[in-house]
């Protein structure tokens, strides 16, 4: 999916929810333990009734490889799911990957060829080029770690080298990288006081951003600070929506607190249009 493709689907939805699918088996309806595939059938229900109010799906892979082959075989049919009935719909892969070279490339094609995602969190820390193999994929895009939303966030990323602090010479130098223009950042919301000057670093950069809800972070905080006027932003909520509900009712809850999301984001799309 392109840039532009994405815009076009915030402006139909009015919205930039991104809805994380943080599968825990310990957390879904326990009726769902008796699927063949419980992980399937929890994000079947989840995805079918919060996608008109979403724009992008984010599995995080830690809670699919946690259960080996079968694990990844329910990361695999939900991607499949997601790419055929709602191939609108801009799917994340949020794995936070990063080596160099030829392994990068693994990785890279791991993802955006084998699973067919739209996107890769990945890791910078290795530098250049342990994120351009991943920038070489056309038509996929890298999501950079920059600022996140763990207490942890301040033992590096905020630490100063020379005049500016870490998480500001990522984003400085990544634009420099071969295809950066393919590249988003992870910008939490709990870090939302930053967004003024993440913004003077990376205009126009698509932000996907973790923390609201659960975590603390204030949508309208974010989008004051955070919005650019092709929106710009990917606001992630997974256990405030995903986990409204461990009953019958689990599906029509995450739909529910996905809808209230949405109205609030179609409020601030109206202050950017006005």
């Not at 075989?73 to 949020?94: C, G, M, R, V, W």
């Not at 809800?213 to 650019?228: F, R, S």
């Not at 929106?231 to 599906?251: E, F, H, K, P, T």
């Given at each position: 999916?392109?840039?532009?493709?994405?815009?076009?689907?915030?402006?139909?939805?009015?919205?930039?929810?991104?809805?994380?699918?943080?599968?825990?088996?310990?957390?879904?309806?326990?009726?769902?333990?008796?699927?063949?595939?419980?992980?399937?059938?929890?994000?079947?229900?989840?995805?079918?009734?919060?996608?008109?109010y979403?724009?992008?799906?984010?599995?995080?892979?830690a809670?699919?490889?946690?259960?080996?082959?079968?694990?990844?075989?329910?990361?695999?049919?939900?991607?499949?799911?997601?790419?055929t009935?709602?191939?609108?719909?801009?799917?994340?892969?949020?794995?936070?990957?990063?080596?160099?070279?030829?392994?990068?490339?693994?990785?890279?094609?791991?993802?955006?060829?084998?699973?067919?995602?739209?996107?890769?969190?990945?890791?910078p820390?290795?530098?250049?080029?342990?994120v351009?193999?991943?920038?070489?994929?056309?038509?996929?895009?890298?999501?950079?770690?920059?600022?996140?939303s763990?207490?942890?966030?301040?033992?590096?990323?905020?630490?100063?080298?020379?005049?500016?602090?870490l998480?500001?010479?990522?984003?400085?130098?990544s634009?420099?990288?071969?295809?950066?223009?393919?590249?988003?950042?992870?910008?939490?919301?709990?870090?939302?006081?930053?967004?003024?000057e993440?913004r003077?670093?990376?205009?126009?950069?698509?932000?996907?951003?973790?923390?609201?809800?659960?975590?603390?972070?204030?949508?309208?905080?974010?989008?004051?600070?955070?919005?650019?006027?092709?929106?710009?932003?990917?606001?992630?909520?997974?256990?405030?929506?995903?986990?409204?509900?461990?009953?019958?009712?689990?599906?029509?809850?995450?739909?529910?607190?996905?809808q209230?999301?949405?109205?609030?984001?179609?409020?601030?799309l109206?202050?950017?249009?006005?």
């Amino acid at each position: 999916m392109t840039t532009a493709q994405l815009i076009a689907q915030i402006k139909k939805k009015q919205s930039f929810l991104c809805v994380g699918l943080d599968t825990d088996v310990d957390k879904i309806p326990p009726h769902l333990l008796k699927d063949d595939d419980p992980i399937f059938s929890f994000n079947k229900a989840i995805i079918d009734a919060t996608q008109e109010y979403c724009v992008a799906y984010k599995p995080n892979i830690a809670f699919y490889e946690a259960y080996g082959l079968k694990g990844w075989q329910s990361l695999e049919k939900t991607i499949n799911y997601i790419n055929t009935h709602y191939p609108e719909q801009f799917t994340i892969a949020d794995a936070k990957r990063g080596d160099i070279g030829n392994t990068s490339t693994r990785y890279a094609k791991a993802f955006f060829d084998t699973l067919d995602f739209d996107a890769l969190t990945i890791a910078p820390y290795m530098g250049r080029d342990s994120v351009e193999p991943f920038l070489a994929f056309q038509g996929k895009h890298t999501i950079l770690l920059a600022l996140t939303s763990n207490k942890g966030a301040f033992d590096f990323q905020t630490k100063k080298l020379g005049e500016l602090e870490l998480y500001k010479e990522v984003l400085k130098v990544s634009q420099t990288y071969e295809n950066s223009k393919n590249l988003m950042y992870v910008v939490g919301a709990t870090k939302a006081e930053y967004l003024t000057e993440i913004r003077q670093i990376i205009p126009e950069n698509f932000l996907l951003v973790p923390g609201v809800g659960a975590q603390g972070g204030n949508l309208q905080e974010v989008c004051k600070y955070g919005m650019t006027k092709d929106v710009g932003l990917l606001i992630n909520s997974s256990r405030g929506i995903i986990y409204a509900s461990n009953q019958d009712d689990y599906a029509s809850q995450a739909a529910k607190k996905a809808q209230a999301m949405q109205k609030q984001m179609k409020e601030e799309l109206a202050k950017l249009s006005g």
